[in-house]
């Protein structure tokens, strides 16, 4: 991509995570998760910078170990884009990409169509981008690890949930349910902006953070992929994709 804008990643990463504690550290094909996220984000070629944003110290050393970048950060931030407003408070830079930590199977083509957009007709109304994919199994759609989104015409974001989004009352009715996968690319003052907007009860009961942008009126432009969204939540979701990792790379 010819980029005038300058863009980083950070892939914020928590040790402590309530439904698979250690995720981060745990073996994916001889190497931690995390560093098979830093490492793939790195592959990608769309940064200046990569780093790792991270309250714990193992997860600091086996990226700087690995010659990478990591940041430590304050160990009471509630979600991803909290660490990374705290990160990037002296780092200069236009789009900053949150990379979730346990999606080690990040795309290259999911990455630069979300960029992509700050360059569109309607660049200058986007506070920050992300992407969905369709779902169409009945377990994937009642699944409270997938959070849902639903758009507007235009393609911003209406709404995120863990719950069945939308609800199809009338089954005559053809509608795509969409899971929103684990990519932000934010501008630096969006970020910035939302580690000092208060968080409200939808957001805290949900556990969706981007939920409180919408809260606070800033526009999510949300980008259609058809790569499917492999995330590690549980440990089965680990055993899953040292399969899928084996099978598709020479490791």
Not at 34 to 43: D, F, H, M, Q, S
Not at 140 to 159: H, R, S
Not at 166 to 178: A, Q
Not at 220 to 233: L, T
């Amino acid at each position: 991509m010819n980029n005038p804008l300058h863009i980083i990643a950070m892939i914020p990463a928590r040790y402590a995570a309530l439904r698979f504690p250690g995720k981060m550290m745990k073996d994916l094909a001889g190497k931690p998760v995390i560093l098979r996220t830093y490492e793939n984000t790195i592959a990608t070629q769309l940064f200046e910078e990569v780093y790792v944003v991270t309250d714990n110290l193992d997860i600091f050393n086996v990226i700087t170990q690995a010659g990478g970048k990591a940041i430590m950060t304050r160990e009471d931030h509630v979600c991803g884009s909290d660490r990374i407003a705290e990160a990037i408070e002296n780092i200069s830079c236009d789009i900053v990409v949150n990379v979730q930590g346990d999606e080690p199977f990040i795309s290259r083509e999911d990455l630069s169509s979300v960029l992509e957009v700050f360059y569109g007709e309607d660049a200058s109304n986007i506070d920050l981008a992300s992407v969905m994919t369709p779902i169409k199994e009945e377990e994937d759609i009642q699944n409270p690890n997938n959070v849902k989104v639903i758009v507007d015409a235009m393609d911003y974001a209406l709404y995120f949930s863990r719950s069945p989004l939308p609800f199809v009352r009338d089954r005559s009715k053809e509608v795509i349910t969409y899971k929103h996968k684990g990519i932000y690319a934010f501008r630096r003052q969006s970020i910035l902006d939302f580690a000092q907007l208060p968080m409200h009860p939808l957001e805290a009961a949900e556990k969706i953070e981007c939920i409180r942008y919408l809260e606070h009126g800033k526009k999510i432009k949300m980008v259609r992929s058809i790569n499917s969204a492999i995330g590690i939540d549980t440990e089965d979701d680990l055993v899953k994709a040292v399969k899928i990792f084996k099978s598709t790379r020479d490791v």
